[in-house]
Nanobody
Framework: VQLQASGGGLVEAGGSLRLSCAAS????????MGWFRQAPGKEREFIAS????????KYLDSVKGRFTISRDNAKNTVYLEMNSLKAEDTAVYYC?????????????????WGQGTLVTVSS
């Protein structure tokens, strides 16, 4: 599976962005998908994950109610809708695919990673 993340950019605090992650391959619908982020000088951090059918999701506590993960298996794409953005959300955002059947918050559970897209939130 190859993953291509897009949609990052510069936004003011309180604004919104939608990230997309397009996957190649015919088995996209069998993977649990996740979004992670990494700020300068910090470790990669779990943001959200969605099961292969989309019925089960997990979120980092600090983004609950602001971020929404979704997927369209017909388009081989997973999305991260981000609202009420804060300066502390500034990071490179990565999408990832896991062979597990359930959402996971653990980086090592993910088998494939996209290249990352930069989100900068100005305060």
């Amino acid at each position: 599976v190859q993953l291509q993340a897009s949609g990052g950019g510069l936004v003011e605090a309180g604004g919104s962005l939608r990230l997309s992650c397009a996957a190649s391959g015919r088995t996209f619908s069998s993977y649990t998908m996740g979004w992670f982020r990494q700020a300068p000088g910090k470790e990669r951090e779990f943001i959200a994950s969605i099961s292969w059918r989309g019925g089960i999701t997990k979120y980092l506590d600090s983004v609950k109610g602001r971020f929404t993960i979704s997927r369209d298996n017909a388009k081989n794409t997973v999305y991260l809708e981000m609202n009420s953005l804060k300066a502390e959300d500034t990071a490179v955002y990565y999408c990832a695919a896991s062979r597990l059947s359930m959402p996971s918050t653990t980086t090592s559970d993910y088998n494939y990673w996209g290249q990352g897209t930069l989100v900068t939130v100005s305060s």
